[in-house]
């Protein structure tokens, strides 16, 4: 008897899925992960409930592969701009530049995806909290290692505290998110950018 032949996932399928994602991601953004249904989400995209439970099984795993799938656009909008930046302080500036690009450019609606989540979820112990943190996690370490490479490189000086300037520049970089979603002004995006220089001490273009 032929063994029968595993069957890939179908494209227009994926496809279909990804573009749910997108849009939960945005939705959640404005509205709130924890205000993320599958009933408001299938109203957002005009599919049926029974549709939607077709790649979703049950709120939390919507919530959960909806915070994958804003960390894969987060990914391609921001940390990919640090992927052709020399290592060490260039790469920290091209980092914190898309990152505040990325609040300009209004890719998720309400700023950026995950401070808006952990600020969300921060007192809610569960799986969706542990896959927010797990990215904060990323984010930071990805911090970490280029200044931590400056360090070594000499741009920064040698007893340079990097926890803190990780520190420094993580809450610029999210105080900007705040104060752009609350007041809409671009000037405080520009200012974002120089003080995450300054804060570096970042001479160079």
């Given at each position: 008897?032929?063994?029968?032949?595993?069957?890939?996932?179908?494209?227009?399928?994926?496809?279909?899925?990804?573009?749910?994602?997108?849009t939960?991601?945005?939705l959640?953004?404005?509205?709130?992960?924890?205000?993320?249904?599958?009933?408001?989400?299938?109203?957002?995209?005009?599919?049926?409930?029974?549709?939607?439970?077709?790649?979703?099984?049950?709120?939390?795993?919507?919530?959960?592969?909806?915070?994958?799938?804003?960390?894969?656009?987060?990914?391609?909008?921001?940390?990919?701009?640090?992927?052709?930046?020399?290592?060490?302080?260039?790469?920290?500036?091209?980092?914190?530049?898309?990152?505040i690009?990325?609040?300009?450019?209004?890719?998720?609606?309400?700023?950026?995806?995950?401070?808006?989540?952990?600020?969300?979820?921060?007192?809610k112990?569960?799986?969706?909290?542990?896959?927010?943190?797990e990215?904060?996690?990323?984010?930071?370490?990805?911090?970490?290692?280029?200044?931590t490479?400056?360090?070594?490189s000499?741009?920064?000086a040698?007893?340079?505290?990097?926890?803190?300037?990780?520190?420094?520049?993580?809450?610029?970089?999210?105080?900007?998110?705040?104060?752009?979603?609350?007041?809409?002004?671009?000037?405080?995006?520009?200012?974002?950018?120089?003080?995450?220089?300054?804060?570096?001490?970042?001479?160079?273009?």
């Open positions: 008897m032929t063994a029968p032949v595993s069957r890939r996932p179908r494209s227009d399928g994926e496809r279909s899925r990804q573009a749910i994602l997108a939960a991601a945005r959640a953004s404005t509205h709130g992960i924890e205000r993320l249904s599958i009933g408001d989400l299938a109203t957002e995209v005009g599919m049926s409930k029974s549709g939607l439970y077709a790649h979703f099984g049950s709120k939390e795993e919507l919530q959960l592969a909806t915070i994958d799938a804003a960390e894969e656009i987060f990914n391609r909008v921001v940390i990919a701009a640090a992927d052709s930046a020399e290592p060490g302080l260039p790469a920290v500036v091209a980092l914190s530049d898309a990152f690009d990325h609040l300009r450019d209004r890719v998720f609606p309400g700023g950026c995806f995950f401070a808006c989540a952990s600020a969300e979820v921060h007192a112990p569960g799986p969706v909290k542990e896959r927010i943190a990215f904060d996690d990323r984010w930071r370490g990805r911090l970490e290692r280029e200044l490479a400056a360090r070594a000499g741009d920064l040698a007893d340079e505290d990097i926890a803190a300037l990780v520190f420094d520049v993580d809450a610029l970089l999210y105080y900007a998110h705040g104060a752009f979603s609350f007041r809409g002004d671009p000037a405080v995006l520009e200012t974002a950018r120089r003080a995450v220089r300054r804060r570096i001490g970042w001479t160079g273009a």
